[in-house]
Structure formats: C-alpha cells, structure tokens
T-cell receptor, first 114, second 110 residues
Framework: NAGVTQTPKFRVLKTGQSMTLLCAQD?????MYWYRQDPGMGLRLIHY???????AKGEVPDGYNVSRLKKQNFLLGLESAAPSQTSVYFC?????????????FGAGTRLSVL | GQQVMQIPQYQHVQEGEDFTTYCNSS?????IQWYKQRPGGHPVFLIQ?????EVKKQKRLTFQFGEAKKNSSLHITATQTTDVGTYFC??????????FGDGTTLTVKP
C-alpha cells in the first residue's frame, strides 16, 4: 500500500517548456488535490477533482491544467512554464466525508523554472 | 470562498516552553483539521474536530474547537525539539474544496 505517489520528485525546466506531474493513489479515494507551496508559505489549492472525469479550479489555477481520466490518477500540466511557477507541488487525496475525510499527501515535486 | 486565518506565522520557543497556534474563520465551520509538516516533508494529518466546544488530546498536544465553531487552537505543552515544523489548520467543504491556513512555523531552541 503505497498511499499517494508523486512523480517526478525533482525537475528543472526552462521558461516556456511544458511538463506533466503525475499523482497516483491506491486508496480508492474519490477526491484528489493539487497544491503549491512557496518558501515559508502555506498550501494554495491549484485544482481539485471530486471524481473520475471531473475537475474544478482552486485558488490559483492560472497557468495549470489538470485531468482525471482514471480514479487513481490526477495529472497536473504546465503548458508553458514560467519562473513564477517555481515551487513545491503536493498532491493529496481523501474520501468525500465522514471520519475518513483525512487528506493524505504525496512527498512532493520540487520544480524550478529558470 | 471559505478562508481561515492562522496566527502567529512564526513562533520561536525554548525547549520546555509551551506553544499555541490559533485558527479563525469568519464563517461557521462544519469541521476543522490540523496537520503537521516537518521541515522538508509533507503535511501529515494530526486530528479532526467536529463538535462545538470539542477538546481532544494527543499526549502533549491539546486541540480545541470553539463553541461557535469559528475558531480552533492547538496547544503544545513543554515543547521538545521533535515538535519543530509547521502546523496547519484546514477546512473541507461538502463540495470537495479544501482550504488550508497559512500555517505557524515552530522552532525550538534546545
């Protein structure tokens, strides 16, 4: 039982390049989230999904796209990376409600855009 | 959208001193969660509070949910160096959205 797995762990991009961050969870969670965390700051919600085939915008969605084609996977795409997107990206997943609505986080992807 | 304000942003204490972080909302919350993030790590769930006035304890950690369900606190008694990290409060909506406070970063001087 791996929990939430993020790939890659580290990446360096040049301005304008594109990339996809992958999040996979094996806990059969309905909800999945992408956050970014900048140094000394909290977690800001980029996009989230409440089920396979659905996505919604969070607080800071501009410059990012997401897809949830399979329940266990949530992809975050950067079409044209900018230095302002240098950050640590965390994926999380949880059940919808009740006592099991704890968010489980991946280890994070550290992205630098030069 | 729903927002939670967390204070203080930073807290530096001597080992053995107590520590408290507060989370405040302008709206009534259905529940509130607390997470801890160690330096270089990822957030890890600590506890969830649901009932008005609820108090829960985990060893030296005491969590409270206000009577009006608009505020919450985390208190650590006699801090240890293992307590260092950033403590976040978080709220989930039934629609699935999640909001985290900005966190309180605790440093402990031995």
């Amino acid at each position: 039982n791996a929990g939430v797995t993020q790939t890659p762990k580290f990446r360096v991009l040049k301005t304008g390049q594109s990339m996809t961050l992958l999040c996979a969870q094996d806990m059969n969670h309905e909800y999945m989230y992408w956050y970014r965390q900048d140094p000394g700051m909290g977690l800001r919600l980029i996009h989230y999904s409440v089920g396979e085939g659905t996505t919604a915008k969070g607080e800071v969605p501009d410059g990012y796209n997401v897809s949830r084609l399979k329940k266990q996977n949530f992809l975050l795409g950067l079409e044209s990376a900018a230095p302002s997107q240098t950050s640590v990206y965390f994926c999380a997943s949880r059940f919808p409600r009740g006592g099991k609505n704890i968010q489980y986080f991946g280890a994070g992807t550290r992205l630098s855009v030069l | 959208g729903q927002q939670v304000m967390q204070i203080p942003q930073y807290q530096h204490v001597q080992e053995g001193e107590d520590f408290t972080t507060y989370c405040n909302s302008s709206t009534t919350l259905s529940n509130i969660q607390w997470y801890k993030q160690r330096p270089g790590g990822h957030p890890v769930f600590l506890i969830q509070l649901v009932k008005s006035g609820e108090v829960k304890k985990q060893k030296r950690l005491t969590f409270q949910f206000g009577e009006a369900k608009k505020n919450s606190s985390l208190h650590i008694t006699a801090t240890q160096t293992t307590d260092v990290g950033t403590y976040f409060c978080a709220v989930n909506t039934n629609a699935g959205k999640s909001t985290f406070g900005d966190g309180t970063t605790l440093t402990v001087k031995p």
